[in-house]
């Protein structure tokens, strides 16, 4: 290893030492904002594993952190804490192989409506589950989770995140993804097995959004469908990802990390129009950073780099 | 030459293909054996890139068979049959413009089964670039290649996948005079390795330097078979290409 390898390294080690202690040393309020912006870097990084490279845009996230939400509010008392983790992981992996298997052959734009479609369907579904055969359509999440151990299992579930999408894209199945990026049929013809890459990594990516919503289902005490599948989290994922930059392991954090902050603040600011405010927010970023922060800082540091500009060839 | 390796690589018979009402691919029966060259000709619309896409995968025949190295491949799905040994080149030039030229060979030998070892990949990969004559452009973008060299990159990870069978359509096709001759040079230095080719070209030099034989389609339909001077003087190929003269 450099020494640059092994300070930054070193680097890293003392922030998550200093991140894993803020139980110790900061307030309700500061806990509280750090769980969800832990939250929604772990939501905005797992979206960015999957829609990064395949330029697939989900707006699943919702329905796998509801299912995520909803193990824990039905096996939670019943069940040993890692005992659920490992049964929403495993509910999560199988969602998203189904769909993964029935819906990645589609083009981009049905992919992008059939995803919204199915936070709904996932939605009515336990709605009608409910009515019908518990006949409760909200329920109590009594677990013996603090506060405190919901952030430091989101500490965990981020460091893993990072963990596996940096492995990923070292991997045969990372390289996978950046040909099937590039040029779908030329991938099939390298002999990749597009089907199965872009359902492995789907996978994973609602893996760790369904523990998301596994580890913060603790924090409401009180769960119901709306509340678990609330169709926002989708939308603030993509925005988040878009903004920091979808192509880069490191990208979505950066966008993740301001806007938490934005939307914390607009929410308890402008209560009745933050959703309107949401809205303009994806609009100038969509159109003043089509490629993202890491994109524009790619683009700026590669001029510094090579002053005389070759004319790009745009494909 | 073993038993095994003289019958054909390629074995295609009654393939057919239909989108709605137009029959593209009509009852094709064609073959390539080991070490040859074969020419997919005919019009354009007469289906020559179709059938391609038939045997390599990207389609599925409505009917018909395609064999290639003794093991029935229709209807499979396009990465095992590349990963069987059948490699192409596209009409309209395929390379993966945001990789370095490096990155693009790697693409065709990173999915090998058995998969190759990272220094038999980093080999491979100046070895290919070499034989295609881009040695000195590994670490350049491919979206920075000229038409000629984006050619030769295609071809360089055509040929990392280790082929038997080649299909190359109309990969010639823009090339000026003098990047012609060192394309086709290119080609028949392939076929001296051993490898068996299966091309589409409207280059009618390349088609008479190259190829051994010669299949002509027209309207989906075989229309003509055998080498090429025989076919290119028959009078269906003739007809189809320039039409029938009517002041006779």
Known sequence: MSPTQIAAL????????????????????????AI?????TVLATAWGLFSGPTRYVSLATTAFFGVGAYTVA????????????????????LMAMIVGISTLRLSGLHFVIFTFGLAELVRQLVIWYEVN?????????????????????????????????????????GFALRIIGEDETVAKHCGINVTLAKVTLFAISAVFITLVGAI?????????????FNPTISFQVVIMALLGGAHRLWGPAVGAIPL????????????????????I????????????VTGLWERVSRRKSEPPVAPQVQT | M????????LEVSGLTRAFGGLVAVNAVDLAVQPGQIVGLLGPNGSGKTTALNLISGVLRPDSGSVRFAGQAIAGMPAHRIARLGLARTFQLVRVLNGMSCAENVKAGLAFHSPPLSRGEVDDSVDRLLRRVGLADRAGVPASGLTYIDCKRLELARALALKPRLLLLDEWLAGLNPSELLIGIELIRSLKDEGLSILLVEHVMDAIRSLCDRCVVMNSGRRIAEGRPDEVLADPAVIEAYLGVSTDA
């Open chain 1, 133 to 173: 055969k518990t006949r409760v359509l909200g329920r109590y999440v009594f677990v013996d989770i603090t506060q405190n151990d919901i952030y430091w299992q989101l500490l965990a579930l981020a460091v893993a995140v990072f963990a596996i999408g940096w492995l990923i894209a070292r991997s045969r199945l």
């Open chain 1, 260 to 279: 938490t902050l934005l939307f914390e603040f607009l929410s308890a600011r402008f209560p009745s129009t933050s959703t309107l405010i949401i809205g």
């Open chain 2, 2 to 9: 073993t038993a095994a390796s003289s019958a054909p690589v």
């Open chain 1, 10 to 33: 070193a680097a890293g080690g003392a922030g998550l030492v200093v991140l894993a202690l803020l139980p110790f040393y900061a307030d309700a309020y500061y806990l509280s904002l």
């Open chain 1, 36 to 40: 969800s912006l832990l939250q929604f």
């Open chain 1, 216 to 228: 913060m289902a603790p924090r409401w005490t009180y769960i119901e469908p709306s509340i678990a």
């Open chain 1, 74 to 93: 039905v096996l939670g008392e019943v069940l040993a804490w890692p005992l659920v983790l490992l049964i929403a992981t495993a509910i999560g992996a």
């Open chain 1, 281 to 292: 927010v994806f609009l100038l970023i969509v159109y003043a950073l089509p490629q993202g």
